[in-house]
């Protein structure tokens, strides 16, 4: 089982650059979270997919952030423009009943 | 919006005291869940707790749930510099919400 798989690890991109986090989840685990972590607000959730259909996206920050699950086995995390308050660790979550898995977080940093 | 206080924020502490952490919200979850995250990965579970009062254990950390189901607390006994790591506490139903987390450092 290869857990939760997140690309990239690291991202360096400058502000108003397209940037496109992604993320595979665990075979058939039916629920994906998007996290954002920063030292000031912590863990926040941004948005959560059931059976492919987001069904809350209240915690996205902007419009400027999207989110997508095509099908049961990827998901992205756009965001466009970007801006340096968009930097912090990104982390994409699946669950199993009440457990969460979580990726090891795409780093990303906005200059 | 659900919220989930956790205290203290930041703990340091020698190799081998005790120490406990809690978290705190006014509303009532149907279960509560705890996770650990270490430098560079993502939060792991440790255990989750779903009857008010319930206590489990795993080694040496000891988990209650308040018997309104509305906190929770983590004791630590004989704590190791491996248990360094930050701590959250988690609930919701759909919604996962974390707490804010204790930063532990446990000192050799």
């Known amino acids: 089982d290869a857990g939760v798989i997140q690309s990239p690890r690291h991202e360096v991109t400058e502000m108003g650059q397209e940037v496109t986090l992604r993320c595979k989840p665990i075979?058939?685990?039916?629920?994906l979270f998007w996290y954002r972590q920063t030292m000031m607000r912590g863990l926040e959730l941004l948005i959560y997919?059931?059976?492919?259909?987001?069904?809350?996206d209240s915690g996205m920050p902007e419009d400027r952030f999207s989110a997508k699950m095509p099908n049961a086995s990827f998901s992205t995390l756009k965001i466009q423009p970007s801006e340096p308050r968009d930097s912090a660790v990104y982390f994409c979550?699946?669950?199993?009943?009440?457990?969460?898995?979580f990726g090891s977080g795409t780093q990303l940093s906005v200059l | 919006t659900q919220l989930l206080e956790q205290s203290p924020q930041f703990l340091s502490i020698q190799e081998g005291e005790n120490l406990t952490v809690y978290c705190n919200s006014s509303?009532?979850?149907?279960?509560l869940q705890w996770y650990r995250q270490e430098p560079g990965e993502g939060p792991v579970l440790l255990v989750t707790v779903v009857t008010g009062g319930e206590v489990k254990k795993l080694k040496r950390l000891t988990f209650q749930f308040g018997d309104a189901r509305k906190d929770s607390s983590l004791h630590i006994t004989a704590a190791q510099p491996g248990d360094t790591g930050l701590y959250l506490c988690l609930a919701g139903t759909y919604k996962y919400i974390f707490g804010t987390g204790t930063r532990l450092k446990v000192l050799a």
């Open positions: 997919f059931n059976n492919n259909v987001p069904i809350d």
């Open positions: 979550a699946s669950r199993d009943r009440e457990k969460l898995f």
């Open positions: 509303s009532v979850f149907s279960s």
């Open positions: 075979s058939g685990h039916n629920s």
